[in-house]
């Protein structure tokens, strides 16, 4: 098939693009660079600098596609706190899109990048599907409005989708890692403390809930992810609608991330504990068993060791990150 990724030259879009073309499809990447680098993006994929909230573009790069992989978006639960406007407009109006542009072109395979924070503060542990979506940030409402155009877009015109709600993405491959400016997100944000990039790390928030007072998340190897999108793809053939959680059903707080990587790197990592940032359950550990039982998907790198030695490794090869950009 020949696939559409946007969002392909970001962190966990450029490493699905390379198992989709070590898979055999074709893949055509859209991407505005403005979070993502182009030297992500495979070599044997087709690059294209722009961006899918532009109807013109995206309707010149439709003929000939099978399906779209979705994954462009704003991230950030923080940000979106100050800036919802953002999130709303970029997440969930682009995303629309996206989709009437898709439509109009005939096309009926769909997979989303979604979020745990759909969850907002759980009522269980572990996280299922089915429990009830109640997002506490404008990040999670963003992409939870993409799912419910979703499940309409199914019923009335035959869209074909898959929702893909990750808990934290995290790892390396030998080729591709995590490196953004500015960097937010946990693993990377304690190694660049551990090459010296970085004085110390903040612990947001130490009297929550949890056994050590800090946020208990759950960490999944991109690697993991890139397969769940391919099975998913594959399974949209015979199937109409797929919802799925995908992580490792294992929470580990803040501090025992902090430990693992103490013993990984060396490093002695100095920490600073802060106020809570506004819209951070306390806890988001999910259960996978529905993936894993009706499409056979099975995580190569559950360890999270594992996952911070692969992220470190990267880093060592790569200390500036992605420095061959062009745009």
Not at 158 to 172: E, I, K, Q, S, T
Request: aromatic share 8%.
């Amino acid at each position: 098939m020949h696939i559409l990724v946007t969002g392909g030259a970001g962190y966990i879009g450029s490493v699905t693009a390379h198992r989709l073309i070590q898979a055999g499809h074709r893949v055509t990447v859209l991407d505005t660079l403005e979070k993502g680098h182009r030297a992500a993006v495979p070599a044997q994929a087709h690059f294209v600098h722009g961006d899918f909230g532009h109807r013109p573009t995206v309707d010149a790069l439709l003929p000939g596609i099978n399906a779209v992989m979705h994954f462009a978006a704003y991230t950030e639960a923080g940000e979106s706190m100050h800036k919802p406007a953002k999130y709303f407009r970029n997440n969930s109006s682009n995303a629309l899109n996206l989709l009437e542009a898709m439509l109009d072109h005939g096309i009926h395979k769909f997979v989303f990048s979604s979020t745990a924070a759909l969850f907002g503060n759980p009522e269980r542990l572990p996280i299922l599907e089915e429990d009830r979506l109640q997002p506490s940030n404008a990040y999670g409402e963003s992409k939870l409005i993409v799912e419910r155009m979703l499940q309409w877009f199914n019923s009335i015109h035959g869209l074909r989708y898959a929702c893909l709600r990750y808990f934290n993405a995290a790892g390396a491959t030998a080729e591709r890692g995590e490196d953004h400016d500015p960097e937010t997100h946990l693993i990377p944000i304690l190694l660049q403390v551990a090459q010296g990039t970085r004085e110390k790390f903040s612990i947001f928030g130490c009297d929550y809930p949890t056994p050590d007072g800090t946020c208990v998340r759950d960490y999944i190897h991109i690697d993991d992810l890139a397969s769940a999108h391919l099975l998913a793809l594959e399974a949209l053939s015979q199937r109409t609608r797929l919802v799925y959680n995908l992580g490792n059903g294992t929470g580990f707080s803040v501090r025992q991330v902090i430990d693992v990587a103490r013993r990984v790197t060396g490093h002695p990592i100095p920490v600073k504990e802060e106020a809570r940032r506004p819209g951070d359950p306390a806890h988001l550990v999910a259960s996978s068993q529905k993936i894993r039982q009706e499409l056979g998907w099975e995580p190569k790198y559950p360890d999270l060791q594992q996952i911070v030695q692969s992220a470190w490794d990267w880093r060592q090869q790569n200390p500036k990150g992605y420095t061959k950009d062009s745009g």
